[in-house]
C-alpha cells in the first residue's frame, strides 16, 4: 500500500480535469485507467469515500480535501469534515 500513490492521485485530481470528469463519471473504471499504485483497500475507501480510512492509511489530509472541492466519490466538504472528525475518534 502506498501513501505516495494516494497523495498523487489527490495531487493529479486538481491538476487534470479529464481525471476529474472520469473519476466523477465512472469511479472504478477511472481509478484502473490511472493506474496509480494503490492496494484494494485502498481502492475500496477510495469508492466509498470513506476519507477516515484514508487518512489512517497515511494520506494528508490538505490532499483528501481536493476530492471533496471537486464532489468525487461521493464526498462533499460537509461529509469529508464529518468523516474525516469521525476518524481522529
Not at 464526498?75 to 472528525?85: M, N
Request: charged residues 25%.
Amino acid at each position: 500500500m502506498s501513501r505516495y500513490a494516494l497523495d498523487k492521485l489527490c495531487y493529479r485530481v486538481v491538476r487534470e480535469p479529464a481525471l476529474r470528469e472520469a473519476l466523477a463519471s465512472d469511479p472504478e473504471a477511472a481509478l484502473l485507467a490511472a493506474r496509480p499504485p494503490l492496494s484494494d483497500e485502498q481502492i475500496g475507501a477510495l469508492l466509498a469515500g470513506d476519507v477516515g480510512a484514508l487518512s489512517r492509511m497515511g494520506a494528508d489530509h490538505f490532499l483528501l480535501h481536493q476530492l471533496a472541492r471537486f464532489g468525487l466519490f461521493g464526498l462533499d466538504f460537509g461529509s469529508y469534515a464529518e468523516r474525516i472528525r469521525a476518524a481522529r475518534g
